[in-house]
Nanobody, 123 residues
Framework: QVQLVESGGGLVQAGGSLRLSCAAS????????MGWYRQAPGKQREMVAL???????NYADSVKGRFTISRDNAKNTGYLQMNSLKPEDTAVYYC?????????????????WGQGTQVTVSS
């Protein structure tokens, strides 16, 4: 079983920055894709940014040029640097990771979510 713990959320003024972290722990063999999603009140959860094990990235149009996703494979940790924040970025941000867990000789796939971290941007 793989657990994800997010940190770094908080309250910031419009135009400010925050950096979210997502630490994965457990019997991790390999993490393939990591991603950040968000859900605002009354809205569906949406993809914010994705990163593959080789570093390829994909962003929602609404955050391109402002947010940067990265990862440290040695630490099994992902990051989301958020700059030029806007009030419409206010949401609970969730980390997701998918890959293989177990041992090198007996591994199965996993797909885990973190508990979420609140990001609030004031105008």
């Amino acid at each position: 079983q793989v657990q994800l713990v997010e940190s770094g959320g908080g309250l910031v003024q419009a135009g400010g920055s925050l950096r979210l972290s997502c630490a994965a722990s457990g019997s991790i063999v390999a993490i393939n894709d990591m991603g950040w999603y968000r859900q605002a009140p009354g809205k569906q959860r949406e993809m914010v940014a994705l990163i593959t094990s080789t570093g390829s990235t994909n962003y929602a149009d609404s955050v391109k040029g402002r947010f940067t996703i990265s990862r440290d494979n040695a630490k099994n940790t992902g990051y989301l640097q958020m700059n030029s924040l806007k009030p419409e970025d206010t949401a609970v941000y969730y980390c997701n990771a998918a890959g293989w867990a177990g041992t090198r000789y007996s591994a199965g796939t996993f797909n885990s979510w973190g508990q979420g971290t609140q990001v609030t941007v004031s105008s």
